[in-house]
Nanobody, 117 residues
Framework: QVQLVESGGGLVQAGGSLRLSCAAS????????MNWYRQAPGKQRELVAT???????VYQDSVRGRFTISRDNTKNLVYLQMNSLKPEDTAVYYC???????????WGQGTQVTVSS
């Protein structure tokens, strides 16, 4: 069973920064596309950022230029560096591989990010 474990969430003031980490196991990590999703209270889960096995990155419009997704294939880690945080970034952030749904979709437990104004 694929395991994804997020860390690094917390409470930060608007304009601050956080770095989320996701440790993956029981997966061919270097060959896997990795995603960060988030879900705010009362809202649908949304895709924030993606990094392919080749290192290509894709961002949601609202975070482009502020967030950076990266990976370390030697440690099976994927990161989400979040700068210039806004209150609207408050959400539970989830690490994912395999996409939103389907047999190959796997999720971490999530980590809470709260941005105060």
């Amino acid at each position: 069973q694929v395991q994804l474990v997020e860390s690094g969430g917390g409470l930060v003031q608007a304009g601050g920064s956080l770095r989320l980490s996701c440790a993956a196991s029981r997966i061919i990590f270097s060959a896997s596309t990795m995603n960060w999703y988030r879900q705010a209270p009362g809202k649908q889960r949304e895709l924030v950022a993606t990094i392919t096995s080749g290192g290509t990155t894709v961002y949601q419009d609202s975070v482009r230029g502020r967030f950076t997704i990266s990976r370390d294939n030697t440690k099976n880690l994927v990161y989400l560096q979040m700068n210039s945080l806004k209150p609207e970034d408050t959400a539970v952030y989830y690490c994912n591989t395999g996409g939103d749904t389907g047999y190959y979709s796997h999720w971490g437990q999530g980590t809470q990010v709260t941005v105060s104004s």
